[in-house]
Nanobody, 123 residues
Framework: VQLQASGGGLVQAGGSLRLSCAASGRDGSTYVMGWFRQAPGKEREFVASISRSGLNTDYADSVKGRFTCSRDKRKTTVYLQMNSLIPEDTALYYC?????????????????WGLGTLVTVSS
């Protein structure tokens, strides 16, 4: 499966952005999917995960209550709705996928990575 992330941009603190990640190739609905980010000079960190069913999610503490991860009905596109953005959210955001037979599994461990989309939050 190939992953294509989009939706990044420049936004003021307190604003919102929605990132999208489309899975193409093999059946994207058979993958648990997630989001990671890497800020300048820092290691890549987990942001969110969503199960195949779309019913189960997992979030990093730093984004809980501000970010929401969802999947479309076909389960091949995932979204990351980011609200109340702060400058510390500035990073290159990556989507990731991992094949699983478990419909309700979330994970922080992935095997497939897409190219990133840049999010810049100005103060």
């Amino acid at each position: 499966v190939q992953l294509q992330a989009s939706g990044g941009g420049l936004v003021q603190a307190g604003g919102s952005l929605r990132l999208s990640c489309a899975a193409s190739g093999r059946d994207g609905s058979t993958y648990v999917m997630g989001w990671f980010r890497q800020a300048p000079g820092k290691e890549r960190e987990f942001v969110a995960s969503i199960s195949r069913s779309g019913l189960n999610t997992d979030y990093a503490d730093s984004v809980k209550g501000r970010f929401t991860c969802s999947r479309d009905k076909r389960k091949t596109t995932v979204y990351l709705q980011m609200n109340s953005l702060i400058p510390e959210d500035t990073a290159l955001y990556y989507c990731a996928a991992k094949y699983t037979r478990l419909v309700h599994e979330t994970t922080r461990d992935y095997t497939i990575w897409g190219l990133g989309t840049l999010v810049t939050v100005s103060s």
